[in-house]
């Protein structure tokens, strides 16, 4: 089975110096890519490979331009991998899996640098440290994470918010484990009141309504303000005395946004990684979840950005993965199986619940919170789909 580990590093100068290149000229040329098969599709109504524009490239492009001579600088399996990555992302859109590709902005830091195994050697692990191909051996924030006895694939180097993180695909033997303790399953129910509802009467609180969030979500926004007004002063100033050094303080201040952007990130990702381990630590012989239309959701102004801060579709990708590892029967119920409306005792539907009404009240005398009768019913649910 393959597993990959993210783990952050501590470069040295000249590897961040190395890094950076690598980045930089990957986000060029998937931009790059990106615009040349919008200029064909236009002209030709045609989509260029990226096996085709890679052969382009390297024996048209780059020799009939001399000044592009810096793309050969790094790996060239870098290169080839953005171009990769922007082909996977159009027949993504193809498919209607996704949106159009959009160009990669520098601030967002949002490339990675693709580092082949090309020998042996490379790729090595050990306890505090790692050797990735170009840069040599970089020191580990965190030791013994990594399996020092894996056999490494491939690697990626990734930059945000003024850390380095190093990504690792690894090849290992995983024993399913099948050993459940108890017969019963659990049905769990998603909202924005709370995170998640479970039908043995857990209940997951919403991360984003506690003080920790909100104080880093109030001071984010006087940090983006100050970014804004930094904006503004250099449109202001005279750029030839003072505009070298705004510049300057406009990039610390974006690494300031980052970084609380960052935080909030790992403040939702730790939630969701522990209530994943709490559901699977009940040992149920099934878990059953509603196939949730996160894209309709969006469309709805008023909730769309709770919704997003959400995360239910990482919720369910970490769900599925740790219900493999664990031995459980992950359940999916379409989305349109009425869990809210139906009565957990006699199966009546109320058509006319609305979504104020937090408290289900049937004909034959049933009374009980609206999210908890809805995990009730996906527990109970006949109809289903296995993930």
């Given at each position: 089975?393959?597993?990959?580990?993210?783990?952050?590093?501590?470069?040295?100068?000249?590897?961040?110096?190395?890094?950076?290149?690598?980045?930089?000229?990957?986000?060029?040329?998937?931009?790059?890519?990106?615009?040349?098969?919008?200029?064909?599709?236009?002209?030709?109504?045609?989509f260029v490979s990226g096996m085709d524009f890679s052969k382009w490239l390297n024996n048209e492009y780059i020799p009939n331009n001399?000044?592009?001579?810096?793309?050969?600088?790094?790996?060239?399996?870098?290169?080839?991998?953005?171009?990769?990555?922007?082909?996977?992302?159009?027949?993504?859109?193809?498919?209607?899996?996704?949106?159009?590709?959009?160009?990669?902005?520098?601030?967002?830091?949002?490339?990675?640098?693709?580092?082949?195994?090309?020998?042996?050697?490379?790729?090595?692990?050990?306890?505090?440290?790692?050797?990735?191909?170009?840069?040599?051996?970089?020191?580990?924030?965190?030791?013994?994470?990594?399996?020092?006895?894996?056999?490494?694939?491939?690697?990626?180097?990734?930059?945000?918010?003024?850390?380095?993180?190093?990504?690792?695909?690894?090849?290992?033997?995983?024993?399913?484990?099948?050993?459940?303790?108890?017969?019963?399953?659990?049905?769990?129910?998603?909202?924005?009141?709370?995170?998640?509802?479970?039908?043995n009467g857990l209940t997951k609180k919403n991360i984003n309504k506690t003080k920790t969030v909100k104080k880093v979500e109030k001071k984010l926004k006087r940090e983006q303000r100050k970014l804004s007004r930094k904006y503004e002063s250099l449109?202001?100033?005279?750029?030839?005395?003072?505009?070298?050094?705004?510049?300057?303080?406009?990039?610390?201040?974006?690494?300031?946004?980052?970084?609380?952007?960052?935080?909030?990130?790992?403040?939702?990702?730790?939630?969701?990684?522990?209530?994943?381990?709490?559901?699977?630590?009940?040992?149920?012989?099934?878990?059953?979840?509603?196939?949730?239309?996160?894209?309709?959701?969006?469309?709805?102004?008023?909730?769309?950005?709770?919704?997003?801060?959400?995360?239910?579709?990482?919720?369910?990708?970490?769900?599925?993965?740790?219900?493999?590892?664990?031995?459980?029967?992950?359940?999916?119920?379409?989305?349109?199986?009425?869990?809210?409306?139906?009565?957990?005792?006699?199966?009546?539907?109320?058509?006319?619940?609305?979504?104020?009404?937090?408290?289900?009240?049937?004909?034959?005398?049933?009374?009980?919170?609206?999210?908890?009768?809805?995990?009730?019913?996906?527990?109970?649910?006949?109809?289903?789909?296995?993930?």
């Open positions: 089975m393959k597993k990959a580990y993210k783990i952050e590093i501590k470069p040295t100068k000249e590897q961040i110096i190395k890094i950076h290149q690598t980045i930089g000229v990957s986000r060029f040329i998937y931009n790059f890519y990106m615009a040349h098969n919008k200029e064909v599709y236009e002209k030709e109504k045609r001399p000044d592009k001579d810096w793309i050969k600088e790094v790996s060239s399996k870098a290169t080839k991998q953005a171009i990769m990555n922007g082909e996977k992302a159009f027949k993504r859109f193809f498919k209607g899996e996704s949106g159009f590709p959009k160009f990669k902005k520098k601030k967002n830091k949002n490339v990675k640098a693709y580092f082949p195994k090309n020998n042996k050697t490379d790729w090595t692990i050990e306890r505090h440290r790692v050797k990735v191909p170009t840069l040599g051996f970089v020191r580990l924030k965190e030791f013994g994470y990594i399996p020092v006895n894996s056999t490494v694939k491939s690697g990626t180097v990734s930059q945000k918010a003024d850390r380095y993180y190093v990504s690792i695909l690894v090849e290992e033997d995983v024993n399913y484990s099948n050993s459940n303790q108890y017969y019963k399953g659990i049905g769990i129910d998603l909202g924005l009141k709370d995170f998640a509802i479970c039908s449109k202001l100033r005279n750029k030839k005395e003072k505009g070298e050094a705004t510049r300057q303080n406009i990039q610390k201040q974006i690494v300031e946004v980052q970084k609380l952007h960052q935080r909030l990130t790992n403040i939702r990702t730790d939630y969701i990684n522990k209530t994943v381990n709490e559901f699977i630590k009940q040992k149920p012989s099934f878990i059953t979840i509603e196939d949730l239309a996160i894209s309709n959701m969006m469309k709805n102004r008023h909730l769309s950005k709770a919704v997003a801060q959400q995360k239910f579709y990482e919720f369910r990708t970490k769900l599925e993965y740790k219900c493999k590892l664990n031995g459980v029967e992950l359940r999916i119920v379409d989305r349109f199986y009425p869990s809210s409306k139906l009565c957990s005792c006699c199966g009546n539907i109320k058509k006319d619940l609305k979504l104020s009404d937090r408290v289900y009240k049937c004909e034959c005398g049933n009374v009980m919170d609206r999210d908890f009768q809805a995990s009730v019913n996906l527990r109970n649910a006949k109809i289903y789909k296995i993930a």
